[in-house]
């Protein structure tokens, strides 16, 4: 019935009255046009702007309650635990009788900056926070959840770093053997700076020290790179000059110094300042010296030892030499290639765990798609997902998956929380929801469930309370964590997600009357009832944070399914002007709401008219686009008695008025007319529309209107 209302083109007209609007003003001044009785707005686009959100609930009025997102302050035990998790000891008096805001400092002050460098940054920060906002919940919750959670963040960038370190040192370490240079522990385990201008201090090849000079002048990079290629470059030229010196004396000279030197070159790759016993012997007994080395008998150098193995199986000493010469750089750039090949695999199936984990939990899904972009990337990408990028997209928001009442997102600054679409706004076209955005944290009472955390209420959580879902702040009890604790389950609808009580298991996460509470289907409540949307009710799509109050045409667009795929995905954002709203759509449409009129869509040929004749400044639409019964076009009603009519063969055109009045006493185009072929226009002192069969006149002298055929 409500279709028919809505795509009838036999409207009721009441009353005249004038019309003048942009792009039409020279024929409609010249005539009368019925005005739109309340008749002509569906009841239900009045009502509810959409029919197909007709039936949602009424948007909640919602009452905060700011008490109930107070932080208790943290509790003596949740402070020697906090103690205890940063390693300074045990907890004395000394820190237990601290306020909140101060036990963070001295957090800051104690803790080692070395081993927990994100904590103590982290603690910096909120301890400014709460000496701005003295009754900011912060310092609590940074020591009931947060510490626990910087402190193992720290834990994992601290066995990184100490690998990275170890990387480094023996980077350092082969770099200076490789230049001849005796290397101490102050040398080796300081920075990259220093390592470089102790180089400088200590090499005696011209072409290196001078390199260590250029290099110690610049950036973090040229250090490295210096450590890393430079030095060996130049080393190899500092010993092309030694041989080129050599030669003045003798060629065989020169042929023993070279010898000498790809021996010292080669040991150097294992970080071995070769002996001058080593240099004294043959190419094999060099070989089967470096084989007895606890370096080479390291798994990391497996390349190098298969290398060296081979030569010495051959009986021909030039495998021997081009083992020295070339042949162990070879193999040990493999074996630098494999480790690092392995450490990236290890970091890679890193993210892949904590991709699956995200896509089996059901509410991660930016985590999911940050993973994503880490394995398709480089290893940097990973590197920086790893440290980075994991911990910054746990944010996401709630939306509701009921027909009727898709776009409503999960909201609540304190107390009830429910569902809400949000107030479409009078003075800008897209405005933020507000307290709709969730943290989505590990759970607080089992680490395989999740918890929400306000994004705007630190430390306060969706729990259930006498089975209404509630946002608190945490009190630290046992009874709160498993309140505040959520089990994901593929959405009872099949696709989304659904959130099981871990404090009441059966009962899910449901919205009823635009309320929530945690739900079953035995109708023991009134929340438990009304089982045949149940399964709707309790499935939730996840989607990104922050999300903008929903509009009317954006509710339609989710939930008319037909509607939307008609007019496809937005292509555009929305414009607010003259209190009207529209948005584009990639199917060449264009979505339109009133006050008075709802969210309508014009489309095709009939928009393309219809802006070409001013907009919405001329009319708005009553109905969307439509086909005509015999599928040869479509037809457009707008407010006032204005049609637009489109056929491949005969364009679109404008009826309006009178004459309008006349075709659709006529039957519209199953009359002998037919289809217009051209607007409305002014012929002498007469209004005349031209169709495929003849011609309606109408005088506006004398009001009287006609039909003739050609």
Not at 75 to 85: D, F, I, S
Not at 453 to 475: C, F, I, N, P
């Amino acid at each position: 019935m409500r279709r028919t209302v809505v795509h009838s083109r036999r409207m009721a007209r009441g009353l005249v009255a004038a019309a003048v609007v942009t792009g039409l003003m020279a024929p409609m001044t010249a005539l009368t046009a019925s005005a739109a009785p309340s008749s002509d707005i569906p009841p239900a686009a009045a009502a509810r702007n959409s029919e197909a959100t007709a039936n949602a609930p009424a948007i909640p009025q919602e009452v905060v309650d700011p008490a109930a997102t107070d932080l208790p302050e943290s509790t003596e035990v949740e402070k020697v635990l906090a103690v205890r998790a940063i390693g300074v000891g045990e907890a004395t008096d000394e820190w237990l009788m601290l306020s909140d805001k101060n036990f963070v400092f001295r957090v800051y002050d104690r803790i080692s900056p070395d081993k927990y460098p994100l904590t103590k940054a982290e603690a910096y920060r909120v301890y400014r926070v709460v000496v701005d906002t003295p009754d900011a919940p912060d310092a609590t919750a940074f020591i009931r959840t947060s510490i626990h959670d910087f402190v193992d963040r720290d834990q994992i960038e601290y066995a990184r770093r100490t690998e990275e370190a170890r990387q480094a040192r023996e980077a350092r370490q082969n770099a200076a053997a490789f230049a001849e240079i005796p290397a101490d522990a102050a040398m080796l385990d300081g920075n990259d700076q220093n390592f470089v201008y102790q180089v400088w201090r200590r090499s005696t090849g011209p072409k290196v020290k001078q390199g260590a000079v250029d290099a110690w002048g610049g950036d973090a990079v040229a250090w490295k790179t210096f450590i890393t290629t430079t030095i060996y470059t130049l080393h190899i030229e500092d010993q092309r000059d030694a041989i080129e010196k050599a030669k003045q004396e003798s060629e065989e000279a020169a042929r023993i110094l070279a010898a000498k030197q790809a021996k010292k070159n080669a040991a150097a790759l294992l970080g071995i300042i070769a002996p001058e016993g080593w240099l004294a012997l043959s190419d094999d007994n060099f070989i089967r010296q470096l084989l007895t080395t606890p370096e080479l008998a390291q798994p990391r150098h497996i390349e190098v030892k298969n290398a060296a193995d081979a030569a010495l199986r051959s009986t021909n000493p030039a495998d021997w030499k081009a083992f020295i010469d070339t042949g162990m750089k070879a193999a040990d750039e493999l074996d630098a290639a494999r480790e690092k090949a392995i450490r990236e695999e290890a970091d890679r199936q890193k993210v892949r765990e904590i991709k699956a984990k995200a896509e089996a939990g059901r509410v991660r899904p930016r985590l999911v798609a940050a993973a994503n972009a880490a394995l398709a990337g480089t290893a940097a990408d990973v590197t920086k997902f790893l440290s980075e990028t994991q911990y910054a997209v746990l944010n996401q928001a709630l939306m509701t998956t009921t027909p009727g009442v898709k776009a409503w997102h999960v909201r609540s600054g304190g107390g009830d929380a429910v569902i809400t679409p949000g107030t479409q706004s009078t003075t800008a076209a897209n405005i933020p929801l507000g307290e709709a955005t969730w943290k989505v944290v590990t759970g607080l009472a089992d680490a395989a469930c999740y918890s929400f955390e306000s994004a705007t209420k630190v430390g306060s959580y969706l729990r259930q309370q006498d089975q209404r879902v509630k946002l608190h702040a945490s009190d630290g009890s046992d009874v709160f964590k498993k309140d505040a604790t959520w089990c994901p389950k593929l959405g009872h609808s099949g696709f989304g997600v659904s959130l099981e009580s871990k404090a009441l298991p059966g009962r899910f996460l449901r919205h009823y009357g635009a309320a929530l509470y945690a739900a079953n289907e035995s109708g023991t409540n009134v929340w438990d009832t009304n089982q045949h949307v149940f399964k709707a009710d309790t499935t939730w799509n996840v989607v990104n944070p922050d999300p903008a109050v929903s509009t009317q045409i954006t509710l339609r667009w989710h939930n008319d399914d037909a509607w939307r795929t008609f007019v496809g995905n937005p292509k555009a954002g929305e414009v607010l002007v003259d209190g009207i709203r529209y948005r584009e759509f990639v199917n060449n449409a264009r979505a339109y709401w009133g006050a008075d009129t709802g969210v309508r869509s014009i489309s095709g040929p009939a928009l393309t008219k219809y802006l070409a004749s001013g907009g919405h400044k001329m009319r708005m639409p009553l109905i969307d686009t439509t086909p005509t019964p015999d599928g040869k076009g479509t037809y457009t009603h707008f407010v006032s008695g204005l049609s637009i009519y489109w056929t491949q063969a005969t364009g679109a055109h404008l009826v309006y008025g009178a004459i309008r009045d006349r075709w659709q006493a006529m039957d519209w185009e199953r009359s002998y007319l037919g289809y217009p072929t051209t607007d409305e226009e002014q012929v002498g002192n007469l209004r005349r529309s031209t169709f495929q069969g003849g011609y309606i006149y109408h005088d506006p002298a004398t009001g009287k209107t006609w039909d003739t055929k050609f």
